[in-house]
């Protein structure tokens, strides 16, 4: 007990830690003195977290795997507390990114860990509930974060963040020291090459996709950086198939089911990065909201995600993995398509139930997709194979957010393009000029709710993609047996 109340603890503190930067951004670029012309730098600190938390995924994994869970929570925990410390006493904006990557690369394997720690403790047919459990505390933790955050700075400086977290990192240490020993791991060896080329190419993707541009002696280095995590993911998959004891086995997604829930993750990830970065954008632009309406619209969805999971995972130990992930895609499809039709004034009521059958249906498929695999990842690789499901759902995430963000500044300037300009003309009144502009204003927003409007839609359409993994879960042996 407790060691699954450490394992639990330590998974909400690692995502609480993801999502309190945002709503302190303001006093972190007050405190370091950023100047205005280089705002844009200060994006460096949640990127740092990003870039941090996904590459140290597959290595952690596969080290608690060889291991054991209690070392790896161990080092994790270390990390975390050492790279808070770190947050705390930064004095520039450079070595606070440090300071996060540090922190990120120990919160980033406490989920795998903690995936891999409850699968070991329970059968395969209760897999799916403790797993539900464990991705509801998960996403507790982002939810729960910009409020944290916003009541620590309201009563002390943000570097208090950082420093309750070491006390409260420095108990889970102890906890997951004082616990049970773990059961005798496999013998192996942890692929040092392997662990490089994954870094490097994870590294590179999201440097190039998280940034506006990263200029190098004035030239833009997104484009290399690309090419760059494109040659190190082949290295990465041309070694993995050659060496004995590989970090993530690319054997393993001949495995219909294994490859269908990363698939499902990568879905999963541009769907839920839809909801996330455009309800607050829409409440914004459209509706004149303030960040902290938005942040309470965006809530109404991110609030039912963690009850989502525990009910995924009831409706998985009891029916199967393939009903609650269908019944997930079609909930999420069908919010993303009711936000398409929201327009500029759409009722309190149709926010609530659009938002909230989206959120309900981003937790129904936490539990299945992550028990597939972990189920399908191969005896002693669990933490792997839930290292890899994370990794997909951070990719989908990453891409999906560059990719729709291009098109939908595109598509505004297009339809932004059209609408004549309120120029001042010859005989024009006060009245007639205000008029103009005030009209101008109004076919701007109509071409902002539009943009929505196309980005909710193809979200939902994505999310309908996801209905196609279902086939190959159903058809799992792994499954089929869980389903009796």
């Not at 690692?14 to 730098?41: K, M, N, S, W």
């Not at 507390?81 to 606070?96: N, Y």
């Amino acid at each position: 007990m407790l060691s699954l109340i450490t394992i639990v603890a330590a998974v909400f503190l690692g995502a609480l830690d993801q999502t309190v930067i945002v709503t302190v951004l303001p006093a972190v670029v007050v405190d370091l003195q950023i100047p205005f012309d280089r705002i844009d730098q200060a994006a460096w600190i949640v990127s740092g977290y990003l870039l941090g938390y996904t590459v140290s995924l597959p290595v952690m994994g596969r080290f608690s795997d060889l291991r054991g869970r209690r070392l790896g929570l161990a080092i994790a925990m270390t990390a975390f507390s050492i790279g808070s410390a770190g947050c705390a006493v930064a004095g520039s904006l450079g070595l606070l990114v440090i300071a996060r990557v540090v922190q990120a690369a120990g919160g980033g394997a406490l989920l795998p860990i903690g995936i891999a720690a409850v699968s070991d403790r329970f059968p395969m047919s209760r897999r799916p509930l403790a797993i539900g459990l464990v991705g509801a505390v998960a996403e507790a933790g982002g939810v729960l974060g910009p409020l944290y955050g916003a009541g620590i700075v309201s009563w002390l400086n943000w570097r208090w963040i950082f420093w309750i977290n070491i006390p409260l990192a420095l108990l889970l240490l102890g906890g997951a020291l004082l616990g049970p020993a773990d059961a005798p791991r496999r013998p192996g060896k942890l692929d040092l090459i392997g662990a490089a080329a994954i870094a490097v190419a994870l590294g590179c993707l999201i440097l190039a996709v998280s940034h506006n541009t990263i200029e190098v002696a004035g030239i833009d280095a997104r484009p290399v950086l690309a090419v760059l995590a494109a040659v190190a993911l082949g290295v990465f998959c041309w070694h993995e198939l050659r060496v004995a004891d590989p970090l993530l086995d690319p054997r393993l997604l001949r495995q219909a089911g294994l490859a269908a829930a990363l698939i499902g993750g990568a879905i999963l990830g541009i769907t839920l990065i839809v909801a996330m970065v455009d309800v607050p954008l829409y409440a914004a632009t459209v509706r004149g909201a303030s960040a902290a309406d938005g942040g309470l619209l965006l809530m109404r969805l991110t609030g039912l995600i963690p009850f989502g999971a525990i009910l995924g995972g009831l409706i998985g130990t009891r029916y199967g993995l393939a009903i609650p992930t269908g019944l997930g895609f079609l909930a999420t499809s069908g919010g993303l398509a009711m936000m398409s039709n929201w327009g500029q004034a759409p009722s309190n009521s149709y926010f609530w139930i659009s938002l909230g059958l989206a959120g309900l249906g981003f937790g129904l498929l936490i539990p299945p997709l992550s028990t597939s695999a972990v189920n399908l990842g191969g005896v002693g690789r669990e933490a792997s194979a839930a290292a890899m499901f994370t990794v997909a759902r951070l990719v989908g995430m990453t891409i999906g957010l560059a990719a729709l963000t291009a098109w939908g500044l595109k598509r505004f300037d297009d339809l932004a393009g059209v609408i004549p300009l309120p120029l001042p003309q010859v005989g024009d009144t006060a009245a007639i000029a205000q008029q103009r502009v005030a009209d101008f204003d109004a076919a701007m927003l109509v071409a902002g709710a539009e943009v929505y409007r196309e980005i909710f839609l193809v979200g939902a359409v994505v999310g309908l993609l996801g209905l196609g993994v279902i086939r190959w879960l159903w058809s799992s042996d792994s499954n089929r047996s869980l389903a009796r």
